[in-house]
Every structure is written in structure tokens, then in C-alpha cells.
């Protein structure tokens, strides 16, 4: 490694206070919190965990989780391919104001996301009085709770999706097509094991935002125990009412949850930092802009997958 | 069209209807929906309820926090960036990629976990209160302890790329020009890194400020003391008070897009800034 050579580095004092300074700052404000929930959960020993976590208020809580994962993610995954499909593939007016609605949900308080379907479907709300003379639940029912996810992850898939595409460009596909490919074929043999990893790593973040939403799914659930509680609604409820054993119980789960993504993601990002490895020249960091930042094509891999980096991708270009 | 022939690849109308039914449902008519309902409140009505004491109180407390909170993120940010660059040490891949953890924990379950630990019987809580007399747990400064949870990985990850790319033969002719390391570091790697960590600290700040699941359970929310704008938006909700919970959303989306647009416009000028420097340093050299 050519860092070990380096000449120009700090004195060590200074690298060990730094590399304290870190490493202290991570260990209390996430390793002990981690730590925490799985101490707090077996307090009472594994018996009372285990029969908090088969309580049926926490079975349904479950169940109800993932039945929204699996309602929102699919539809999302058809978005992200039909923006960055659209973006990465065509110019037209409006391009930049598509992206920026696309970002939008980032800049809205989990709250507000909530208030917004309550002010369209709530009772008092436009279509209130049409709803209820129909006898048609959204809001404190899983329409709504579908409604206020499908809001939060809206950008996850489409903002993995529209830089990598773009990084690759279009011949591949043009060439499918030229050779007489329909739009289908096209699109499972070339535009899809392209983006497959990149397609993977989105629906591990929105996944785990998707089941682990708390506040625009608290505003429009109405916290129906058994019919509208979701795992991190049940962990509240249990929470407040000082049941700290089954609230740490069903939070582990969510918390294992959490692991699981992590490892996913250092998975993925390890694929594609290889298969970027193999491809080599052909993407270049620096050709596209949004790609210096953005997961998958640049070289360097590992750190840069965050929605983080590439906004600031994009803002510095700008 | 003309302008159809020139397209060889399929699908553009398909995605575009697609993606405009998708945007439009979830965001364009309901925004819409936001702003119509705040329309039918006067500027009087709108001013009177915006402008409470209570929920001046709010704003202070939800921008305050989240501005403290990023401030501590950016100084932290920038040191655990640097060290997961720049040093060695065992299990580095296993903590960088732990940094993630805040995006990939549900906010509830922090916000559970944070309380227990800074309440005055828990681990860190019992001893920053036993011996500082510092109370964390139900006060405004909780708020700022799960403000910097959310927010950590954001400066870390925006900052984290940048020092990677940093051209070591620039602070090698620094040093051999005669800088001291803190001079190279003031003079050459800060400059370089700020635009950077300015975006790090807004989008950690833009995190913080609309942050709900984490906060409620450690802040206590006492009115006018630790209750967050969210969290009164929700409270007026409980009380059907629709138009009440519709000026506070409004104000809060306002004040968040003007933040981020003045800091977006600093940055700009920031990178503008140093790129200029940049140039002239190389004339002179």
C-alpha cells in the first residue's frame, strides 16, 4: 500500500489522539446504542424475550411490516427504472425538474409526508366525504400506511439507478435494438444485468427504510393494535407503556434487520467494486460527473454509496 | 414527430407516463394539496398561528438542535473521515462500514436505545449526571444526542471521497516548500475539503431538522422547552386541528428549502472560492 510510505503524515501523537478521538466518538454515539438494544432485550434472560417476540400483537406488527415492504418495493423498482430509463436515456424539457421532484421526499420532514396524505384522503380532507360515503379506508388503514412508504422511498431506487446508467451510456442498448430486439428483450438482456447490483443496492436501502419508517407512518396509521401497527409503531407503543422488555424485544428484531442490511450492502458493494475492477478503463470516475460520486462506477468503490455523496456530486457540479 | 425518429431506443412513453403518475400521486398533488389548504386561511389567520409563542418555541428548538447536532457532526465527521482514509488500524473495514448503521437502524429504535442509555440510570446517563450534573435524557440536549446519531454518516460519506482523491503530491509540495503540517493542513487539505463538508453538514442539518422517531422519545416534549416542530404538527393532528397543522408543515418546509438554498449558494461560492486560489497558486509557482 503506497499509504504506508508516506512521508507526509501527522506525528503520531496527533494520529493516535485523532484515531482515538474517532474511534471514541463511533463506540459512544453507535456502538453502545447497538449493544444496548440486544443487553436491554435479554435482561430478563431469553424466556421473556422470546415470549415477547410470539405475543400476536408483535406477530402482526411483523407481519404487517413486511406485507408493506412487499407492496411498496415493486412498484418503487418499476419508478426507478422508468426514471433513470427516461433520464439517462433521452433529453427533453424538464429533465432537471424531474430530477429535482424526484429528490424531493429528502428535503420533507417524515411528519409532513404523513400530514399530506391525511389533508387528501383524511376525514376532513378533499376527498373525505367522497371516501366515507363510499365506505373506502386509506388513511388509519394500510392504503394509507402503503401511501405515506411509498412517499419516503420514492427517490432510493431511481437516485442508484440514474448514475449508473448514465455512466454506462446507451450503445449497448442501441446496438441490442439495431439488431432487432424488442423493447423486452432489450431490457432483460442488456439495460437489466447491467444495473443489477446497482438495482440490488437500492432495494436494500429502501428496504430498510421501508420497514423501519416511523413518523409518516405513525401520522396516518391511527395505531390500531393488530390491524395498523408496524414493528417500529409496536416498539412505541410497548415502549410507553413501560414494557421495556417486549419494546427492546421487537427493536432487536428491527435491529438484526439493520445488521442484515449493513452486511448486504458491504456485499454488494464489494461486487461491484470488482466487477468495476474488470471492466477497468471502459469508466473512467471522472467522465460523468454524477458517477464521481455516485456507487458503482467509480474505481474507488467502498465509501461512496451514499445518497450523501452523490448530492454533493451533483452540487458541486453545479 | 420529428423528433421521434431521432430515438432509437424504445420506451419513452411508457417511463414518462409511468414515472409523471408515480410523482404526481405521491408528491405533486399532494404538496399541491398542502399549499391550497394554507391558501384558504387569511394572512392574518396564517401570521396568527405561525407566529405562537409555543411554536416559536418549536422552530427554536427543532432548528437549534438540528444546527448543534450538525455542527458536532461536521467537527467529528471530518476526523472519522480522515482516520478511516488516512491511518491503519485493525477491523478499519468493519467500523467504516458500521458508519452506515444510523441509515440502516429504524429511528424508533434509536430513539428507544439513546433514552436508556443518557436517562439518569443509564450507562452514560447515570455518570453525566452523577458527576457533571449534566442532565441529557428529556431536556433540549437529548435532542441534539439523536440529532448526531441520524447525522453522522452524511458528513462522513460526503467528506470521505473527497480526501481519498486528494492528490498527495500537493501537500508533498508543501511540505517541501517548507510548510509545517498544521500550515498544509490550514492552507491546502481544509480548502479542498470544505465544500464538501459544507454539503455533509447541510444534508446532515436538512436530516436533523425534519427528524421525528429518534427525538420524541428522548426529548421529553415539554412545550416551549423540548418539543419539536414535528412533534406539535402531530399534536395539533390529535386535536383536529387541520389548518394549524397545515401553517406549521408550511413554515417548515419554507424555512428547510431557504436553508438549503443559502447554503447550497455558500457552497458555491466556497468552491468557487478555491478553485480561483487554486489557479492563482499555480501562476505564482
Request: aromatic residues 12%; charged residues 15%.
Amino acid at each position: 500500500m503506497s499509504k504506508v510510505h508516506r512521508v507526509n503524515t501527522e506525528s503520531r501523537p496527533i494520529r493516535w489522539l485523532l484515531t482515538a478521538l474517532a474511534l471514541g466518538f463511533l463506540f459512544f454515539f453507535l456502538g453502545l446504542p447497538l449493544l444496548t438494544v440486544f443487553i436491554e432485550a435479554f435482561k430478563q434472560g431469553f424466556g421473556p424475550y422470546w415470549g415477547a417476540l410470539q405475543e400476536p400483537d408483535a406477530l402482526s406488527a411483523l407481519g404487517l411490516t413486511l406485507l408493506i415492504a412487499l407492496l411498496v418495493l415493486p412498484l418503487n423498482i418499476l419508478f426507478g427504472f422508468a426514471a433513470a430509463w427516461l433520464i439517462a436515456r433521452f433529453d427533453f424539457r424538464g429533465k432537471s425538474l424531474l430530477t429535482t421532484l424526484i429528490d424531493l421526499p429528502f428535503a420533507v420532514s417524515p411528519v409532513v409526508a404523513g400530514l399530506l396524505f391525511i389533508l387528501i384522503f383524511g376525514r376532513q380532507g378533499w376527498l373525505g366525504p367522497w371516501l366515507q360515503a363510499h365506505d373506502i379506508k386509506i388513511i388509519f388503514a394500510l392504503p394509507g400506511m402503503v401511501l405515506a412508504t411509498m412517499f419516503i422511498t420514492l427517490p432510493y431506487i431511481a437516485r442508484e439507478l440514474i448514475p449508473l446508467m448514465q455512466a454506462q451510456g446507451k450503445d449497448e442498448e442501441e446496438a441490442a435494438v439495431s439488431l432487432g430486439a424488442s423493447g423486452f428483450q432489450m431490457f432483460w438482456r442488456v439495460t437489466l444485468p447491467n444495473v443489477k447490483w446497482g438495482l440490488l443496492y437500492g432495494i436494500i436501502l429502501a428496504n430498510a427504510r421501508a420497514m423501519g419508517e416511523f413518523g409518516a407512518v405513525s401520522v396516518v396509521s391511527g395505531h390500531i393494535r393488530g390491524e395498523t401497527n408496524t414493528l417500529p409503531l409496536h416498539v412505541e407503543i410497548l415502549y410507553n407503556e413501560y414494557n421495556t422488555v417486549g419494546a427492546f424485544a421487537a427493536a432487536s428484531v428491527l435491529a438484526l434487520l439493520a445488521l442484515v442490511t449493513l452486511v448486504a450492502k458491504s456485499f454488494v458493494e464489494w461486487r461491484m467494486q470488482k466487477e468495476t475492477a474488470m471492466l477497468g478503463a471502459e469508466l473512467p470516475a471522472e467522465r460523468v460527473p454524477l458517477a464521481a460520486g455516485a456507487p458503482q462506477p467509480a474505481p474507488r468503490g467502498g465509501n461512496e454509496k451514499l445518497e450523501a455523496t452523490r448530492r454533493f456530486s451533483e452540487r458541486t457540479e453545479q | 414527430m420529428t423528433k421521434k425518429s431521432h430515438r432509437v431506443l424504445p420506451g419513452f412513453g411508457l417511463s414518462l407516463g409511468y414515472a409523471l403518475v408515480y410523482l404526481s400521486l405521491l408528491v405533486l398533488i399532494p404538496l399541491g394539496g398542502l399549499i391550497a389548504k394554507s391558501a384558504e386561511l387569511s394572512w392574518a389567520q396564517f401570521w396568527d398561528i405561525a407566529t405562537t409563542a409555543r411554536a416559536f418555541a418549536s422552530y427554536r428548538v427543532t432548528f437549534g438542535c438540528a444546527l448543534l447536532a450538525a455542527i458536532v457532526n461536521g467537527v467529528f465527521g471530518l476526523i472519522v473521515a480522515w482516520v478511516l482514509v488516512r491511518y491503519e488500524f485493525p477491523g478499519k473495514k468493519l467500523i467504516d462500514a458500521f458508519v452506515d448503521l444510523p441509515f440502516a437502524l429504524p429511528t424508533a429504535v434509536a430513539g428507544i436505545t439513546l433514552t436508556s442509555l443518557y436517562a439518569n440510570t443509564g450507562w452514560v446517563g447515570q455518570y453525566l449526571e452523577g458527576v457533571f450534573g449534566f442532565k441529557v435524557a428529556f431536556t433540549p440536549a437529548g435532542i441534539v444526542v439523536a440529532l448526531i446519531f441520524i447525522g453522522i454518516p452524511f458528513v462522513v460519506r460526503t467528506v470521505q471521497p473527497v480526501i481519498e482523491d486528494i492528490e498527495q503530491e500537493v501537500e508533498e509540495a508543501a511540505s517541501t516548500l517548507g510548510a509545517t503540517r498544521a500550515q498544509t493542513f490550514a492552507r491546502v487539505l481544509f480548502p479542498a475539503l470544505f465544500p464538501a463538508l459544507l454539503t455533509g453538514f447541510t444534508l446532515a442539518f436538512a436530516r436533523a431538522v425534519g427528524e421525528y422517531g429518534s427525538v420524541i422519545f428522548i426529548a421529553g416534549n415539554m412545550p416551549m422547552v423540548s418539543e419539536i416542530t414535528p412533534l406539535l404538527i402531530i399534536s395539533k393532528l390529535e386535536q383536529y386541528d387541520l389548518p394549524g397543522a397545515t401553517v406549521l408543515a408550511v413554515v417548515m418546509l419554507v424555512i428547510s428549502f431557504v436553508l438549503l438554498l443559502s447554503i447550497n449558494l455558500l457552497q458555491w461560492w466556497a468552491a468557487n472560492r478555491h478553485s480561483g486560489r487554486h489557479i492563482d497558486g499555480g501562476a505564482q509557482a
